[in-house]
């Protein structure tokens, strides 16, 4: 039914015209390596390790194997086209021309509230800069043209500005700062800087404030300027698409959360992937940095620096990125430069973007997406959190978020105004309700709120208050004890206790936060064996209590969290179609009818007919051209029987053909193929042919194509009825497999294995061999020769092997 087919192939069609990845992390978590992967060329050139096609040890893995094989179809990998946010902020100080580069670096050297920005470099940065005028000149250039003609050279934006970045940071890092600032009157701290983080930190917040990279005053609506330019190249590599052609669009990288709500919002081909590693890798990765620019770089991407409410809106805030991702990928350290495991779940997550529901989520995405969707009750006003405790076959124990006890007022639900104006005893604390310096900061807070209302309308709404943040001010204290709300990993913890549950010792804790020292103390005790978390928590949970005890192989792991979560995870799996009727439009064949057309196979008990001899053999003529000839000897046992009807498969490759040896069948004996889908089906009428004392005879000559090389590595027979012998025979060249086994399965579907062994590809003499499995060398073919008498009825007896790796 190919109309059919191509109708489902058309539902997946505006999916697969544009996929935008952006991508987010800390500095050294790897993004850079992820954009690299995604602009290979080819799905062969990509570091993925062959899947299993069976023999699993867990479910995961069969899951890998339908993703790889679905990625491996035709146009499913295609290379991103890669933008590189760093070099578009670049660019526009290279619009701004060297002459204001060169003021700019000036004028920073004292600023307020600074004594100075101390360089150190070979020389004087306005000297050195001169090695760069040919850039600042193709740039005015190019963008004269671009307004001119108002049309964007796509090319320029992807690859030539990219590499004037790259020769701008390799200048700029010859040189170091330290930011000396003061904190009082009679002390300063110093704070040392790679020169060129220190000034592309700066160009982009300034260019998110202003929309200019040498001005820092907040315009409002000059916050989008970067996505807004992303944008614009989306726009005119999207006309692509009107050709015909797919595209993939890779955005390296995001650091303000603003920036991907505004692709999100317009994009739903949009996905933000947030790469993470463990700390000890990343700073292995950052050993070109010393502890302190480390620390500093640090600060400034955990959005530490934003003090003021306007510079949520333009400041680097990593953590704030990794919060509203999409997709987390955990990139470990490699030893080789093979990035297997990094590689596999680019793949995993580019064939659920473009077929959603191809498999299903793993546990671990399971249990985070119920913490995730928990979090979403948290009536905190500065983060919301989801914890989950399960046991450790990730059965759920318990849900929690951050949030006050039961019975109390959320956070989010009181109003500054409110409590001034009506005192409700149900709402606020005696203390709050009592305290005279409370009372005061709650009047002086209503009081400017009023003023901010007269002159700006869109301010006119509820305004909560944060107690901790009230209390500390008057007090000068910073303590946790003063939050009103239970943190979410507590939350979980106590519902056990309160409601009773099972023990958890050796389970897990899922948290899309990882815990503070407080809470890691209570996952510690009750014997938590792993935590898996999204963003990490900047405290020292890890290092002082987790990494602590006499017996720290049993302490709780941390766990970087992979996997989608949020409106992704239901995106990505949840199926279009229902996978049965799916696969049913696509080929035509409904399971129901093709069993009914086979049902005489189930129809004959074992004893209804009686196998003299059956022989398979399987000959690679080379690696792609397959033959396989099946011989068959067999005495009805069953009155009125006349026919018999026989099924095989040809997984991972192509069915050719199917012929009926005459000359080596009985007389009069007639094959008619039922069907060649796999899997394939052909009829045996003996009702007019001859037999013999051996009853019937027939040999079958069946023809298959393997070009993709993918072609479960065995030859098997499944024994449904008594056999006095079975042939299993295998022929290839002899450059072509290197390991040959010998295996019995007590089952039909190959889950039981009862027997394995290893068969020597050693030429021997005809009288050398073996009785039971012989190995003959002729004409540069190998042939293994199995025979097995009397073979165990719903027993699968099997020839296997392993190709050789060239």
Not at 512 to 528: D, F, H, N, R, V
Not at 783 to 796: D, G, M, R
């Amino acid at each position: 039914m190919p109309n059919c087919c191509n109708a489902v192939e058309h539902m997946y069609d505006e999916r697969n015209k544009i996929i935008i990845i952006g991508l987010t992390g800390r500095t050294g978590s790897g993004c850079s390596t992820v954009a690299k992967i995604l602009a290979t060329d080819n799905v062969d050139n990509l570091d993925l390790q062959t899947p299993i096609a069976h023999g699993y040890s867990d479910i995961d893995a069969r899951k890998t194997y339908i993703l790889d094989k679905y990625i491996r179809q035709s146009e499913k990998w295609m290379p991103f086209r890669k933008i590189d946010v760093s070099a578009l902020i670049l660019l526009s100080v290279f619009q701004e021309g060297k002459m204001a580069l060169v003021q700019y670096i000036k004028n920073i050297q004292l600023i307020d509230n600074k004594i100075a920005l101390r360089i150190f470099g070979p020389e004087s940065i306005s000297i050195a800069l001169d090695s760069l005028d040919d850039i600042f000149e193709d740039v005015q250039r190019i963008t004269t043209e671009e307004i001119d003609s108002n049309h964007i050279d796509v090319n320029f934006y992807t690859l030539s500005i990219i590499k004037y970045r790259n020769r701008f940071r390799s200048l700029l890092e010859q040189y170091q700062c330290y930011v000396i600032e003061k904190t009082n009157r009679h002390s300063h701290t110093h704070r040392k800087y790679n020169m060129y983080t220190y000034l592309m930190q700066l160009f982009a917040n300034n260019l998110r404030a202003s929309g200019n990279p040498f001005k820092e005053k907040f315009e409002p609506r000059k916050y989008t300027l970067i996505p807004e330019k992303i944008s614009k190249i989306i726009d005119t590599l999207k006309n692509e698409t009107a050709e015909g052609k797919a595209v993939r669009i890779c955005i390296d990288a995001i650091r303000n959360p603003y920036e991907a709500i505004y692709l999100r919002d317009k994009y739903k081909a949009f996905y933000l992937f947030s790469i993470n590693t463990d700390e000890d890798s990343r700073l292995r990765r950052l050993s070109n940095l010393t502890k302190d620019e480390i620390d500093n770089l640090d600060k400034v991407e955990y959005g530490n620096e934003i003090d003021t409410p306007e510079k949520t809106f333009y400041h680097q805030n990593i953590q704030g990125c990794i919060e509203i991702a999409n997709i987390h990928i955990h990139n470990k350290d490699v030893s080789n430069n093979k990035y297997y495991e990094l590689t596999r779940q680019i793949v995993r997550y580019l064939a659920l973007i473009q077929h959603p529901g191809l498999v299903t989520p793993t546990s671990i995405e399971r249990c985070m997406q119920i913490a995730y969707n928990a979090k979403l009750n948290s009536g905190c006003l500065s983060r919301q959190v989801g914890a989950v405790v399960t046991r450790k076959d990730f059965s759920v124990q318990s849900v929690g978020w951050n949030d006050v006890p039961k019975g109390q007022v959320a956070c989010n639900l009181r109003d500054v105004h409110d409590f001034c104006v009506n005192k409700d005893e149900t709402m606020h604390s005696r203390y709050e309700l009592e305290n005279k310096d409370f009372l005061m900061a709650m009047m002086t807070i209503d009081k400017e709120l009023t003023e901010a209302k007269k002159s700006n309308a869109d301010v006119d709404f509820c305004t909560p208050y944060c107690f901790k943040d009230i209390y500390q001010g008057l007090t000068g204290e910073k303590n946790q004890v003063h939050t009103r709300a239970l943190h979410a990993e507590e939350n979980a913890f106590l519902q056990i206790s309160k409601y009773g549950g099972t023990g958890v010792e050796g389970g897990y804790l899922f948290t899309t936060a990882s815990p503070c020292e407080l809470c890691s103390k209570k996952a510690y005790q009750l014997g938590i064996s792993k935590i898996f978390y999204i963003d990490p928590y900047p405290g020292i949970s890890k290092e002082h209590i987790l990494s602590f005890g006499n017996n720290v192989n049993k302490n709780p792991q941390m766990v970087l969290f992979q996997g989608a979560v949020g409106e992704s995870y239901i995106e990505l799996y949840r199926p279009r179609i229902a996978l049965k009727d799916e696969a049913e439009m696509r080929t035509g064949i409904k399971i129901k009818k093709v069993v009914k057309n086979i049902s005489h196979i189930e129809d004959l008990d074992f004893k209804d007919i009686e196998y003299k001899n059956s022989s398979v053999e399987l000959k690679f003529k080379s690696r792609t051209d397959i033959e396989t000839k099946r011989v068959l000897e067999f005495i009805p046992k069953k009155t009125g029987l006349n026919c018999i009807y026989k099924t095989f498969e040809w997984t991972e490759s192509s069915f050719d053909s199917i012929k009926l040896v005459e000359e080596e069948s009985s007389e009069g004996l007639k094959m008619e193929v039922v069907k060649t889908d796999s899997p394939a089906c052909y009829k045996i009428d003996f009702h007019d042919a001859k037999s013999s004392e051996e009853g019937y005879f027939y040999s079958l000559i069946i023809k298959a194509k393997d070009e993709k090389k993918t072609m479960e590595q065995t030859v098997e027979h499944l024994v449904r009825h008594k056999t006095d012998m079975l042939e299993l025979k295998l022929i290839f060249p002899v450059d072509l497999i290197d390991t040959v086994y010998s295996v019995v399965y007590a089952d039909f579907q190959g889950n039981v294995e009862c027997k394995r062994e290893n068969v020597s590809l050693v030429e021997k003499e005809d009288n050398q061999a073996d009785s039971m499995c012989r190995v003959y060398k002729k004409d540069g073919f190998y042939t293994v020769h199995e025979i097995i008498k009397n073979p165990c009825v719903n027993y699968k007896y099997a020839l296997e092997w392993k190709f050789k790796k060239n």
